[in-house]
């Protein structure tokens, strides 16, 4: 069984550009959410999508979004660049909202210049 | 805010045991995850607890007690290929992930 796969693995971006990276989970999980890494802040938590609908949101700015797909693939966009975007922007797929563990991608690096 | 705290770093030998406390304080429970992430790779999962005790998955155990909003990773007979960072989440009440900054662990020769 495929893993999460995120794509593009690495994009440099300059700042006040914006960008979509997108996230195929694993067949059959219907929940995709997304987290950005940063050495400072750790992994915190963006969206969480289910059945094409948002579900959940954490702390971030309008400037990111995101959307899910009827096959459950989803993409996130940020938009107007900052310097301090850049970061590991990982997604994450479980079956449906509840419980069971999630399993991350590896993850898209975003470097602002 | 949600506060999950864990220690930043933690030195062991190889062979030896090593115990990764988490301590949360978070608006509501829905049970704790614990993930290893090695450098430049995905977090993988290790555990799961939501009722309070112990978990033993081989090598890997994670206990929880949820009246002390505390649970602890225990790695036992450690390898050089444990030597990760490991991540302490809880899930809420709206079923959000929120999780702690990680423990860097090293395993020494």
């Known amino acids: 069984k495929a893993g999460v796969t995120q794509t593009p693995r690495y994009l440099i971006k300059t700042r006040g550009q914006q960008v979509t990276l997108s996230c195929s989970p694993i067949?059959?999980?219907?929940?995709v959410s997304w987290y950005q890494q940063t050495p400072g802040q750790g992994l915190q938590f963006l969206f969480e999508?289910?059945?094409?609908?948002?579900?959940n949101k954490g702390n971030f700015p309008g400037r990111f979004s995101g959307r899910q797909f009827s096959n459950s693939r989803s993409e996130m966009n940020v938009s107007t660049l900052e310097l301090g975007d850049s970061a590991l922007y990982l997604c994450?797929?479980?079956?449906?909202?509840?419980?069971?563990?999630?399993?991350f991608g590896d993850g898209t690096r975003l470097s602002i210049l | 805010g949600q506060n999950i705290d864990q220690p930043t770093e933690m030195t062991a030998t190889e062979g030896a045991i090593v115990q990764i406390n988490c301590t949360y304080q978070?608006?509501?429970?829905?049970?704790l995850f614990w993930y290893q992430q090695h450098a430049g790779e995905a977090p993988t999962f290790l555990s799961y607890?939501?009722?309070?005790g112990l978990e033993e998955k081989g090598r890997f155990s994670s206990f929880l007690s949820r009246s002390k909003g505390y649970s602890y990773l225990l790695l036992k007979e450690l390898q050089m290929k444990d030597s990760a960072s490991y991540l302490c989440?809880?899930?809420?009440?709206?079923?959000?992930?929120?999780f702690g900054a990680g423990t860097t662990v090293t395993v020494r020769a």
């Open positions: 994450a797929s479980s079956p449906d909202l509840g419980n069971q563990p999630q399993h």
């Open positions: 067949s059959g999980h219907r929940s």
């Open positions: 999508y289910f059945s094409e609908t948002q579900r």
């Open positions: 978070t608006s509501g429970f829905n049970g």
């Open positions: 607890n939501v009722l309070d």
């Open positions: 989440a809880v899930r809420l009440d709206d079923y959000k992930l929120s």
